[in-house]
C-alpha cells in the first residue's frame, strides 16, 4: 500500500500556471509507476499523465500535450504536474494515483491500486 496526499490546487485564471503536487509514503516510491487524473463534474475520471519509476518513460492525454509536464523526485517521494496554459476545460479534480509495477505506463485507472483525495483546481475564463 502506498498513501497518497495531493497539493497545490486553486483557482486560477486562463493561461496561468499551477504545479500539483502528490507525496506518497508507505511502499516504496520508486517501486511505482505514478499517474495524474481529473474528474469535472458531471464527467467520468480521465487520464493526464504518468510517468514510469525512472522518469524515463512518460504519457500524456492528447488534450494537455506540450502544456502539461510530470515529473518525480524519488528522494523526496513527490510526484509533480506542471500545468501551463490552463483552460477552462482543465478543471476538475485531480488526483494522483500509485501502480505497484515501476515499469509499465498506464494511460487506464483500473491499473492503478491507490489513490489519493484529489485536489481541485478551477481555471476562470
Known amino acids: 500500500q502506498v498513501q497518497l496526499v495531493e497539493s497545490g490546487g486553486g483557482l486560477v485564471q486562463a493561461g496561468d500556471s499551477l504545479r500539483l503536487s502528490c507525496a506518497a509514503s508507505?511502499?516504496?516510491?520508486?517501486?511505482?509507476?505514478m499517474g495524474w487524473f481529473r474528474q469535472a463534474p458531471g464527467k467520468e475520471r480521465e487520464f493526464v499523465a504518468t510517468?514510469?519509476?525512472?522518469?524515463?518513460?512518460?504519457s500524456y492525454a492528447d488534450s494537455v500535450k506540450g502544456r502539461f509536464t510530470i515529473s518525480r523526485d524519488n528522494a523526496k517521494n513527490t510526484v509533480y504536474l506542471q500545468m501551463s496554459s490552463l483552460k477552462p476545460e482543465d478543471t476538475g479534480v485531480y488526483y494522483c494515483?500509485?501502480?505497484?509495477?515501476?515499469?509499465?505506463?498506464?494511460?487506464?485507472?483500473?491499473?492503478?491500486?491507490?489513490w489519493g483525495q484529489g485536489t481541485q483546481v478551477t481555471v476562470s475564463s
Open positions: 510517468i514510469n519509476w525512472s522518469g524515463r518513460s512518460t
Open positions: 494515483a500509485a501502480r505497484g509495477d515501476p515499469y509499465a505506463i498506464s494511460t487506464s485507472a483500473s491499473r492503478y491500486d491507490n
Open positions: 508507505g511502499r516504496t516510491f520508486s517501486r511505482n509507476t
